[in-house]
């Protein structure tokens, strides 16, 4: 479904979870955003914040912290042209070279064993590798994703720094 259907999808929910993981982060951290319509909501409550870097795979969260005081690093790499972001060897390349200190992200699913699960191969290679450099992991999800399961496991939910759920 193209990015921009999905935004639209329980609004009011991924603001709220936006606004919870925006206040988990402190100044001058480093912060992978990836291209989930739940993650990029993460914006706008961290746009004069001192001292950020957001390193992101979503020509979104590029566009929407362009005119803030956050330092922002775009992944590069395949153009994904309807989900808005990049993926592929170039972007898993550049992330593999850097640490942050949180990674937020969604998928469109999470099973009832807790596995995160996408249907995007490209994007779930990518997130793996934002796992691995990240020190605290941050899954947002909306429980219009529980029980489903996608072709693509991330990871188990139980792997994880925190779980924020509306």
Not at 6 to 30: Q, S, Y
Not at 43 to 50: G, L, P, S, T, Y
Not at 114 to 140: P, W, Y
Not at 144 to 155: A, H, M, T, V, Y
Request: net charge neutral; glycine share 6%.
């Amino acid at each position: 479904v193209p990015i921009r259907l999905r935004d639209g999808e329980n609004h009011a929910a991924k603001e709220r979870l936006a606004k919870r993981a925006a206040d988990l982060i402190p100044d001058h951290a480093t912060i992978l955003i990836d291209s989930s319509t739940t993650a990029r909501r993460i914006c706008k409550h961290i746009r004069d914040r001192e001292g950020l870097t957001v390193i992101t795979s979503s020509l979104r969260v590029c566009s929407e912290l362009r005119d803030s005081s956050v330092r922002v690093f775009c992944t590069g790499g395949s153009l994904l042209a309807g989900r808005e972001c990049f993926a592929g060897h170039f972007a898993e390349e550049f992330v593999s070279k850097i640490k942050a200190d949180f990674f937020f992200f969604s998928a469109q699913g999470v099973s009832e064993s807790g596995d995160i699960t996408d249907s995007s191969e490209e994007e779930i290679a990518l997130r793996k590798v934002m796992l691995s450099v990240s020190k605290n992991k941050i899954f947002l999800f909306d429980s219009s994703k529980e029980g489903r399961d996608f072709p693509f496991i991330l990871c188990n939910t139980a792997e994880l720094t925190a779980v924020l759920r509306d």
